[in-house]
């Protein structure tokens, strides 16, 4: 049986950070506020208006490609996450694929907000699992401040920009994705969505006036949602596969807001030392979220840990995989650090 196993991590962090106490001078908010609501302190910010989403994802994509040591021209296909894409058409993945060089890839962009890496990560395990395809590259990248209304206090202090990257490639010893679940519910719709933009409210002076080209969201309903969403999945993943919270080494969730994910934690049976957890530094990078964790915590991955993915986003839509890890991370950081030394 081939299953698609992650063989290689990649990331990209804009450099410039939003805090808290700069967006205290923005809009009517406080740094406790947002700490104690979200669990964010700062994001960062890609300002530079040349800089798109697939600037992010190529540069997250490079930095894969240069760990796993291969040629980009080895990658089969390119699925990018993402509801920041550079514009409707061409797709962004079309832009990656140019940027970094990949000519054999073939690819597409994937929009399920915050569910997009999951939701990418099942569908690139497919062309892995039928044997169509050995390098499947799979990026989770959203710029999130070009559709973030900064006069909004309630979704301004939530996001920040990033991109992460994982490459996918057949395994036969039972390592890689094992089992996910996705799910979708259209017609909760318009709790959490952009109006503007679209066929059916194409831009006009009228759309922009009323603020329809950013992000508008109904935090408190999404809220619940989202809680009962994630935790459901995540417990219902380890139950269908056997799962006990000892068996399980790192869950992996969306990083939208500290209070969902303790709520995940708490119904999984395991404790916050077992979670992946980064959205004090970085807030909500949409797709970026789940790939950016498995980057931080890449040198605490050993070979055969159990991982448990989870994510809630607009649409809605909501997942959970599980995965058996591949690779021990820290001979790989070893590696990546090596060859950067000896570049130097
Ligand atoms: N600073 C200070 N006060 C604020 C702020 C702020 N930044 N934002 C809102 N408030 C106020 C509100 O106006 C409200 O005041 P009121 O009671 O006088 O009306 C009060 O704080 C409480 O507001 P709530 O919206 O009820 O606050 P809540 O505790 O629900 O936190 C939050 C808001 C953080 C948005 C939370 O609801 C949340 O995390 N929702 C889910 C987000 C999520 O998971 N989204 C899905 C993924 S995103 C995607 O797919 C793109």
Redesign the pocket.
């Known amino acids: 049986m081939i299953r698609a196993a992650i063989t290689a991590v990649g990331h990209f962090l804009p450099e410039d950070r939003l805090t808290n106490a700069d ?1 205290e001078k923005m ?4 740094d406790e ?2 700490r104690t ?2 669990g964010i302190r700062e994001r960062r910010i890609l300002w530079d208006k040349d800089k798109a989403t697939s600037y992010m994802a190529a540069e997250a994509a490079r930095d894969l490609l240069r760990k796993r040591g291969i040629e980009p021209e080895e990658i089969d296909a390119i699925i990018v996450a993402t ?1 920041t894409p550079d514009m409707f058409f061409p797709a962004t993945a079309c832009l990656v694929q140019a940027a970094i060089g990949a000519k054999n890839a073939w690819g597409f962009d994937l929009s399920a ?3 997009g890496f999951l939701f990418a990560l099942s569908t690139g395990a497919r062309f892995i699992e039928s044997g169509k395809h050995e390098k499947v590259l799979v990026i989770g990248a ?1 710029k ?1 401040s070009t559709i973030t209304d900064y006069t909004d ?7 920040g920009d990033a991109a992460g990257a994982v490459l996918l490639e057949p395994d036969t010893e039972g390592y890689g994705l094992i089992d996910s679940i996705e799910r979708v519910d259209g017609s909760q719709w318009d709790l ?1 969505c952009m109006k503007g933009g679209g066929s059916l409210n194409p831009p006009t002076h009228e759309t922009v006036d009323k603020k329809m080209h950013f ?1 508008h ?7 619940r949602y ?1 809680v009962a969403g994630m935790a459901d999945v995540s417990a219902e993943i380890m139950e269908r596969n056997g799962l006990t919270g000892d068996d399980v080494r790192f869950l992996v969730p ?1 990083q ?2 500290l ?2 994910i303790d709520a995940t934690a708490r119904r999984m049976g395991i404790g916050m030392d077992k979670v992946m957890l980064n959205i004090e530094r970085y807030g ?1 990078t ?1 797709a970026a979220t789940i790939p950016l964790c498995l980057h931080d915590w890449e040198q605490d991955l050993r070979r055969g840990d159990n991982l448990v993915l989870a ?5 809605f ?1 909501w997942g959970a995989a599980y995965v058996k890890w591949a690779y021990d991370g820290d001979t790989v950081a070893r590696t990546a650090t090596a060859e950067v030394a000896e570049s130097a």
Request: proline fraction near 0%; aromatic fraction near 8%.
């Open positions: 967006l809009v009517d908010t406080s506020w947002i609501r979200t509801v907000a915050c569910s959203d999130m206090r309630t979704t301004c202090v939530l996001f959490l992000l969201q109904e935090g408190r309903h999404v809220f989202a969306h939208a807001n209070r969902i909500n949409t994510a809630f986003g607009g649409g839509t």
